[in-house]
Structures are given as structure tokens and as C-alpha cells.
């Protein structure tokens, strides 16, 4: 159970923050919000930054990638049976989980810069750039939901389960809905939707699941060896 006090620790300490960026960055918030609506072209949050807006950004993202990591810690071992009982251990977990979304996330942002540049005008990719990252946000902001009733609440991991993958299958739709409203073009579209779904959607989420895989034998092994 101490693993879970740590767990339970950590999310006060980021709900804390979290509430004081918030409060600090409303304004910047409401922006995002109306940028997403509209999907107009306008001004990127990191055109005239500021230390708030800095601040802001990196916060809300981090928060989004550490609390995919807590949960996918969470699923994995309940899922594959894998019992962490060190201390040590379970936050080196983490701490795998939490390198591999980073690593995902950068791969995704490279391959929308290299796609970008392919098909996209500068102004687009900053108007996608901006929303995407809204919508990452907001992701991360419900991931709270799923994470907090695995913590608290062992018994609901089919709701919590079924909760995440909902708020995913969400984030994926409205972001594949967006992207394609912002960038399609008559002149390249059949072109664009099989090299978007394929280099944006298909090879990211494949990465993704060797990588779980891969690790799931290796930590299997481990216990078998132990």
C-alpha cells in the first residue's frame, strides 16, 4: 500500500499546482478554449511568451505525460497480474512509463513537423500546433477521473478502464477531426488522409505497443527468475 500513499501524495502535490496555474493563467486558458472553438488563425501561445504562459505550457504538459504514465503503471499491473511491492521498483516503473510517453510525444511532434512542412503552410502548423496542444490539456486534465478511482477505489477498474480508453478514443477522434478540418486540401487530400493516418496514427501507437510489450517480458522474466 505504500506505493499507493506515494501515488496519492504525488497527485495532491500536482492538483496543488495544477490549481495555481489555473488561477494564474485563466485568461490564457480562455484563449486556448476560444482558439479551439473558432480555428482561426491567431497568435501562438509562445509568439510573445511570457514567464506565465511559459510556465503554463510546460506545466499542462507534464501533467498530461505523468499522469498517462501513472496510469498506464496502474493498468499494466493490474492487467498483467504484476505485483509491485517495492517501492524502488514501482517508481522505476513509473519512471520507464514516464520516458516512453516523452519519447512517444516527441516522436509524434517530429513527425507533424516533417509533415508540415510537406503539405502545410507555416501559419497552419502553428494554428494546429496551438490546438493540438489545447486538446492535450484538457486530455491530461480529465486523465485525473480514471487515475483517482484506480487509487482510491480498486474495485471500479473496469469503470476506470472503460473511462480511459473512452477519454482516449475522444482525444484521438477530435484531434484526427481537427487536424483533418485545418490541413485538407482538394489538391493533396487522398494523399494527406493515407500518409497522415498512416505516419501520424499507425506507427506512433505500434512504437507504443512493442514498447509495452518488450517490457512486459522483460519484467515478467525478472519475477520468473526471482
Not at 511491492?85 to 516527441?106: E, H, N, P, T
Not at 512542412?117 to 496542444?133: A, R
Amino acid at each position: 500500500m505504500l506505493i499507493h500513499d506515494i501515488l496519492v501524495f504525488t497527485l495532491i502535490v500536482l492538483l496543488s499546482v495544477f490549481a495555481y496555474a489555473f488561477h494564474t493563467c485563466y485568461p490564457l486558458l480562455m484563449k486556448m478554449i476560444r482558439g479551439l472553438i473558432s480555428l482561426k488563425e491567431r497568435q501562438n501561445l509562445f509568439d510573445t511568451p511570457t514567464r506565465e504562459s511559459v510556465f503554463f505550457n510546460v506545466f499542462m504538459r507534464f501533467q498530461s505525460l505523468f499522469l498517462s504514465a501513472i496510469l498506464f503503471f496502474l493498468l499494466f499491473c493490474r492487467i498483467t497480474r504484476i505485483q509491485e511491492k517495492d517501492v524502488r521498483q514501482a517508481m522505476s516503473l513509473v519512471g520507464i512509463f514516464l520516458i516512453l510517453l516523452i519519447s512517444l510525444y516527441l516522436l509524434k511532434r517530429l513527425l507533424y513537423y516533417l509533415y508540415s512542412s510537406v503539405f502545410i503552410p507555416k501559419g497552419k502548423y502553428k494554428l494546429w500546433n496551438t490546438t493540438y496542444h489545447t486538446l492535450f490539456y484538457f486530455f491530461g486534465i480529465f486523465l485525473y477521473l480514471p487515475v483517482l478511482l484506480l487509487i482510491l477505489d480498486s474495485k471500479r477498474f473496469v469503470i476506470a478502464l472503460i473511462l480511459s480508453v473512452v477519454l482516449y478514443i475522444l482525444f484521438r477522434t477530435v484531434t484526427i477531426y481537427v487536424k483533418i478540418r485545418i490541413f485538407f486540401d482538394k489538391n493533396n487530400g487522398f494523399l494527406f488522409l493515407i500518409t497522415y493516418l498512416c505516419a501520424q496514427e499507425m506507427i506512433p501507437l505500434l512504437f507504443l505497443y512493442e514498447s509495452l510489450t518488450y517490457l512486459h517480458n522483460i519484467i515478467g522474466s525478472s519475477i520468473l527468475w526471482q
